[in-house]
């Protein structure tokens, strides 16, 4: 089955310590991407990687990180969470660019305190 | 920098009623728009693409395009309760795609 996996689904945390997000996609897809969604604001794009090893600042990029070592995953790290990043997160894919059909993870609502 | 606006709603009609759903936009450049529906605590999925002037149709779902006048609208003939969600306009905006804040459906019984 074609689809977009995030882990984990929820995850409380304290501010300052580092975490993960991982997300992987079996689609082949070389565009893929990360939102954060927050009431009344939509999905705001926080980073996207057109390919491997290509990785470039969206929207809101500040306090976070990308890598884009395999084509398949493309993890978001908190290097230091604080509780202004307590939001829902979503890893999305397409085919080859963003313009084209998104795919979404399952989302991760993540809470700092 | 290129927005896509959405009324936030919320947007209620009754069973069996058109519910229309509006969508404007910035860049004159953009070609192609997503309508996308998010249920409640689920992630988004793409219903509806549309690319040329005029009218689309799929099923009870029909996208509508102009151009000229900036503005996208989603049209659900005979809405169902199973329609309640959030509907996400975008448009794509060089690399990416840019997403509107959502209008809220609310198909009352």
């Known amino acids: 089955e074609a689809q977009v996996t995030q882990n984990p689904r929820y995850l409380i945390t304290v501010t300052g310590k580092k975490l993960t997000v991982t997300c992987s996609q079996n689609?082949?897809?070389?565009?893929m991407s990360w939102y954060r969604q927050d009431p009344g604001l939509g999905l705001r794009q926080i980073y996207y990687?057109?390919?491997?090893?290509?990785?470039d600042k969206g929207d809101v990029p500040e306090g976070y990180k990308v890598s884009r070592k395999e084509k398949r995953n493309f993890p978001l790290i908190l290097e230091s969470p604080s509780p202004n990043q307590t939001s829902l997160y979503f890893c999305?894919?397409?085919?080859?660019?963003?313009?084209?059909?998104?795919?979404f993870g399952q989302g991760t609502r993540l809470t700092v305190v | 920098q290129k927005e896509v606006e959405q009324n936030s709603g919320p947007l209620s009609v009754p069973e069996g009623a058109i519910a229309s759903l509006n969508c404007t936009y910035s860049?004159?450049?953009?070609?192609?728009f997503f309508w996308y529906r998010q249920y409640s605590g689920k992630s988004p999925e793409l219903i509806m693409f549309?690319?040329?002037?005029g009218d689309k149709e799929d099923g009870r779902f029909t996208a509508q395009l102009n151009k000229a006048s900036q503005y996208v609208s989603l049209l659900i003939r005979d809405s169902q309760p199973s329609d309640s969600a959030t509907y996400l306009c975008?448009?794509?905006?060089?690399?990416?795609?840019?997403f509107g804040a959502g209008t809220r459906l609310t198909v009352k019984p």
């Open positions: 689609m082949n897809h070389e565009y």
């Open positions: 990687s057109m390919n491997v090893e290509v990785t």
């Open positions: 975008a448009a794509p905006n060089n690399n990416d795609m840019r």
């Open positions: 549309i690319y040329s002037n």
């Open positions: 999305a894919s397409s085919l080859y660019r963003g313009n084209t059909e998104a795919f």
């Open positions: 860049d004159r450049g953009s070609q192609s």
